[in-house]
């Protein structure tokens, strides 16, 4: 093109700005945006427990169990909504729960109580070894047991 009289340049054909300082800016917003997605598509997901069962082991995504215990302990009369959580630290299995109690629910009698269906669900029906701490007990009001039961 340089022979025919005529240069090709990105710059001129395209409605980019001209000055080498919008450019500049430009290009760093365009390398912002690129990092922005990058961080995006690499943000941490919660890494699957590689759990030793027999002949073998089981990798399970940690949601999985969360939800299990979740639905076990709402089976509870007692029990509005129920949230699980589990880490593995090592090789130690740790669980959990958050509940939110129906109205003049007797919380403690019911920490002890939801403490054993935890540790029975997971130990007796899974055969997991796992360190059930106490749940979080929320007796909630009667104004605020619409929010739960929608």
Do not use: C, I, K, Q
């Not at 019911?110 to 054993?116: A, F, K, N, P, Q």
């Not at 979080?136 to 039961?149: F, G, P």
């Amino acid at each position: 093109m340089v022979a025919g009289g005529r240069h090709l340049s990105l710059w001129h054909d395209l409605p980019l700005p001209h000055t080498h300082n919008d450019r500049a800016l430009l290009l760093a917003a365009v390398f912002v945006g690129a990092a922005v997605l990058m961080l995006l598509a690499m943000r941490r997901r919660p890494a699957p427990f590689v759990l030793a069962v027999e002949g073998g082991s089981l990798r399970l995504p940690p949601d999985t169990l969360a939800r299990y215990l979740a639905a076990e302990l709402a089976r509870d009369p007692d029990v509005v909504a129920s949230r699980a959580t589990f880490t593995l630290r090592g090789e130690r299995l740790r669980a959990r729960a958050w509940v939110a109690l129906r109205p003049l629910a007797p919380a403690a009698a019911l920490r002890e109580r939801l403490t054993t269906l935890a540790t029975a669900a997971l130990r007796d029906r899974l055969g997991l070894t796992v360190e059930v701490r106490e749940p979080t007990l929320r007796v909630l009001r009667v104004r605020e047991l619409a929010r739960y039961l929608r």
